[in-house]
């Protein structure tokens, strides 16, 4: 069974006890969250696609770690100039463990 999910803007594909990093989440480590925002579920039934989301569909799962990213370096350089600027930057995320899909 395989369904996909929308959460922070981005679109996931995802089947139980999948990991998954996200945009960060506004929970703790360990506790349940569900999403709502279902757009498609394929199982041995059949599809199912949403228009635009699939109504009572919901996909439970774990936080199991806040984290941030690797870091990202940004630099900018203008020759002859003696101009340049480097910045680095570390998106926070969180880890989450699918459970169901219903």
Request: aromatic fraction near 4%; avoid cysteine.
């Amino acid at each position: 069974m395989i369904a996909v999910i929308k959460t922070g803007g981005k679109q996931y594909k995802i089947s139980p006890n999948q990991e998954i990093e996200v945009e960060k989440l506004s929970a703790n480590e360990g506790d349940k969250i569900v999403f709502d925002e279902v757009l498609l579920i394929s199982d041995d039934k059949g599809v199912k696609i949403g228009a635009p989301v699939i109504a009572g569909a919901k996909v439970e799962g774990v936080i199991l770690k806040q984290d941030r990213a690797e870091k990202v370096i940004v630099q900018k350089y203008k020759s002859k100039k003696r101009y340049h600027v480097k910045r680095g930057h570390r998106q926070h995320f969180s880890l989450v463990k699918i459970e169901a899909i219903k």
